[in-house]
């Protein structure tokens, strides 16, 4: 772990890349490309996105074998539900609606992975979100502003109208990067940060 190496991110999420540049990781970005619908059956929520992360950086990393692959995955749990990122603006329309008014769970597994060393760790993290309820106006006007691609669940808590009235946890893993565990899995393959961000604790 003491020779140089690079921080890979396999992933093309523009929150992801913002929380890493603002954390201070200088980084190339090479997104995976898995089929997420395809895992094992029988995944629970916190097992599932860990196993997605994992998938992505173990793709990834056999490209840059000497560098250090980070993955991410996030998920929202409602009861037994699953949400991933909506495949469309009906689905993205769906989601909302099944979100209105509930308390549920945002998941993100992150996965860091360095070949030539056979290091492999991960963790999946957990947050609370409340979320008011909704009109049929308000989630037809979000979706139409079209904030909802590529966001579990069909929403992102960064947006200006979140919905969010109240959340548990840490809030870079619902915007989908733990901050907190990343940095300790990147700690412990090696890589650090070139500089204090000067961020808040989440």
Request: glycine share 10%; aromatic share 4%; hydrophobic share 45%.
């Amino acid at each position: 772990m003491s020779s140089p190496c690079r921080l890979i991110l396999a992933s093309a999420s523009p929150r992801r890349q913002s929380l890493l540049e603002e954390a201070g990781y200088p980084f190339l970005i090479h997104p995976a490309h898995i089929d997420e619908d395809d895992y094992p059956a029988g995944l629970d929520p916190a097992h599932l996105a860990e196993f997605l992360a994992k998938a992505k950086a173990e793709a990834v990393a056999l490209v840059y074998p000497h560098d250090v692959t980070i993955g991410a995955d996030t998920i929202v749990s409602l009861g037994n539900e699953l949400l991933g990122k909506p495949t469309d603006s009906i689905d993205a329309r769906r989601m909302l609606s099944r979100l209105s008014g509930t308390t549920h769970l945002v998941i993100t597994g992150v996965a860091v992975v360095r070949l030539d060393i056979n290091l492999r760790r991960s963790i999946a993290v957990t947050s609370t979100v409340q979320m008011r309820l909704l009109t049929m106006a308000e989630i037809d006007l979000y979706v139409a502003g079209g904030q909802w691609q590529g966001k579990a669940g069909g929403y992102g808590i960064q947006d200006d109208d979140p919905f969010v009235i109240n959340l548990g946890g840490s809030l870079t893993n619902i915007v989908g990067l733990p901050m907190e565990a990343t940095r300790e899995l990147l700690a412990g393959a090696g890589v650090f940060p070139l500089q204090n961000s000067g961020e808040a604790p989440v």
